[in-house]
């Protein structure tokens, strides 16, 4: 998806959708807007009924002036994923990657009752009221 981004970003206007992840019952949620790939939501189950009933992933590309080759070659990227540890590697060696904060799980403990995204963590920022002194 980085890949992608990288290349065909200003004429992505956004990408979106659910994606199965090999070794997880639970679906992602995908979001990107031009190169910038947001943190993938961790659903806590599949939608019920309507085109998710069978649990696989499927995106949707809205899209300005992108030609027929170009949405093929996005088509094929898609098609041919590297297996995990080129896809580490491909990482490793390109830090500025839009997707490389989908890497992350590590995550420490959040607040009970706030949200958890994957490889980011949500949490209330508390304000202290301070008095000025002149």
Known sequence: MARILQ?????????????????????????????????????????????????????????????????????????????DAAAIRIAAASPQLPTRCWLNERIAPSTPGMPQLDGWLIQPRRLRHRTATL
């Open 7 to 83: 290349e065909h970003g200003p004429r992505l206007l956004r990408v979106k959708g659910l994606m199965n992840v090999a070794g997880d019952t639970l679906p992602r949620v995908v979001q990107c807007v031009q190169n910038v790939a947001y943190p993938v939501v961790r659903l806590p189950r599949w939608p019920e009924g309507g085109p998710f009933d069978d649990q696989r992933g499927r995106l949707v590309f809205i899209t300005h002036d992108l030609d027929d080759d170009a949405a093929q070659a996005i088509r094929d990227s898609l098609m041919n994923l590297p297996g």
